[in-house]
Structure formats: C-alpha cells, structure tokens
C-alpha cells in the first residue's frame, strides 16, 4: 500500500470535501457558500474552479465515482449537481429539494444531462 499523501490545500475548516474517482481533483466547502475544486498538477493540488452557485452554506459535496458528476447541498434547501465539461469548468443546475434528506446521487447522476 503506498505511503499517505498530505497536502495543505486551505488554513480555514472545511465542512465538506470528495474527491472524483480517480483521486485526481478534489471538491472543498471552506465553511462559505463556495465550493472550490482543486486539481491535481504533478504533485501538488492547485485550485483549478470555484462554484459560487449556492445562498447559503454548503454542508455537503459527493462525487458520483460512475457518472464523474459533482453534487453539492446547502442550507438554502437546494442540491445542484455539477458536470464537468472537457475545459475543466463545471456547469451547475439548480435543483430545488424540499429536503436533500435520503437523496440517493447515484439514482440522480443519470437523469441530469448536460447540453
């Protein structure tokens, strides 16, 4: 197995993170409304987007690992799911949840298509 890998990305918290499949970018909520999406050049991690999309603070970021799309949730009861374009900008689409309580990425990635 080899050595862990540690990389200082932020000095502030971070509430939510989750990289993509093959571990080469990564998705961090700094205790804003942000996300930002790092990714990986040689060795080193560097910030590579920012989704500014939601209202208020982000508590959770998942990468569907299959389908490669991002999903973020927030405290203004929104989930917006993010696909990756080849130019590494990531488009978002606002879903509006009553609740994101038992919502289930992987049944969601398929449906949201990208244009």
Excluded at 8 to 33: C, G, W, Y
Excluded at 39 to 58: I, N, R, Y
Aim: net charge negative; aromatic share 6%.
């Amino acid at each position: 197995m080899p050595a862990p890998q540690v990389h200082q990305l932020l000095t502030s918290p971070i509430v939510a993170f989750s990289f993509n499949a093959d571990r080469s970018k990564v998705a961090i909520s700094p205790n804003t409304k942000d996300v930002d999406i790092y990714a990986k050049k040689g060795p080193e991690f560097q910030k590579a987007d920012s989704l500014t999309d939601h209202d208020k603070l982000v508590t959770s970021v998942d990468w569907a690992p299959q389908s490669n799309r991002l999903v973020t949730c927030s405290q203004d009861v929104s989930a917006l799911p993010h696909s990756s374009m080849q130019d590494s900008n990531v488009v978002a689409q606002r879903v509006c949840l009553g609740s994101t309580k038992g919502w289930n990425l992987e049944a969601y990635a398929g449906v949201v298509e990208t244009e």
